[in-house]
């Protein structure tokens, strides 16, 4: 697994949301949670197979139909493995002290319309890039489901940073979270410190690359604007 390179950041700049997605960037200026919203929470909570189905199917159609039916249904397959191993993952980890792992949080009422949030869908989108890499398919909306407050800047629900997806921090948030996820939970990918830097904590740890990947999705986002990025300035 190669690190996370500076021009995979500046493309992160140019995604490109589904209109469905909202522009959710703090707690206090709140918005309505929209029907894309409603539906992705719906599919998170759900655990029979028929309700998954029948939600996914409607989150694809909110997304222009993006992913064929085999799509959906392969995906679908591989986020109730995931959640599966996941559970028995966090189960035989409270033996040990020392790297006891604990639940994935939800979504708490304060920050209700996150769901759905183009921040949410950045998390999801990187996280699905991560699996790609280590040949795993899921679409983005089922990743953000798989862990609903990736992307919010701080622990689990605490926002500690107002910021729309275009701040370096938030980029950071949403990279750094899909990256400590994957690797906590799935082994896989570097982990929190998803540059692969020196000047970082072991990757297990959450305060791990945090200065240093700030820095660098700033770097990144000014050398865009500006059309002067190398590769090797990475």
């Known amino acids: 697994m190669i690190g996370i390179t500076s021009l995979f950041i500046q493309g992160l700049y140019r995604l490109e949301y589904p209109v469905c997605c909202s522009d959710w960037h703090t707690p206090i200026e709140r918005e309505e949670l929209g029907g894309y919203g409603i539906l992705l929470k719906k599919f998170s909570l759900a655990v029979e197979e028929g309700k998954q189905l029948r939600h996914a199917f409607g989150l694809n159609e909110y997304l ?14 591989t986020y ?4 599966e191993e996941r559970k028995a993952r966090i189960r035989d980890s409270q033996s040990n002290w020392f790297q006891k792992l604990g639940s994935v949080p939800g979504v708490s009422v304060d920050n209700d319309d996150v769901w759905g949030s183009k921040r949410q869908y950045l998390y999801g989108y990187v996280c699905s890039e991560i699996m790609r890499q280590n040949n795993t398919n899921m679409i983005p909306y089922m990743c953000s ?12 629900n605490k926002s500690l940073y ?8 938030i980029m950071h948030s949403c990279i750094h979270d899909a990256s400590g996820y994957c690797y ?43 059309g002067s990025w190398s590769q090797n300035d990475f």
């Not at 109730?80 to 959640?83: L, M, P």
């Not at 489901?145 to 689990?156: E, M, Q, R, V």
């Not at 906590?184 to 000047?199: A, P």
Request: charged residues 20%; aromatic residues 12%; glycine residues 14%.
């Open 64 to 77: 222009g139909n993006t992913y064929t039916e085999e799509e959906v249904e392969g995906s679908l397959r």
């Open 184 to 226: 906590t939970y799935h082994e896989l990918g570097r982990g929190y410190n998803y540059l692969g830097t020196y000047f970082a904590l072991p990757s297990r740890y959450p305060m791990s690359c945090q200065m240093m990947g700030i820095y660098r999705c700033w770097r990144a986002k000014s050398s865009d604007s500006e």
């Open 80 to 83: 109730n493995r995931y959640r």
């Open 145 to 156: 489901a798989l862990n609903p407050t990736g992307g919010i800047c701080g622990a689990g």
């Open 162 to 169: 107002s910021g729309t997806i275009d701040s370096p921090v």
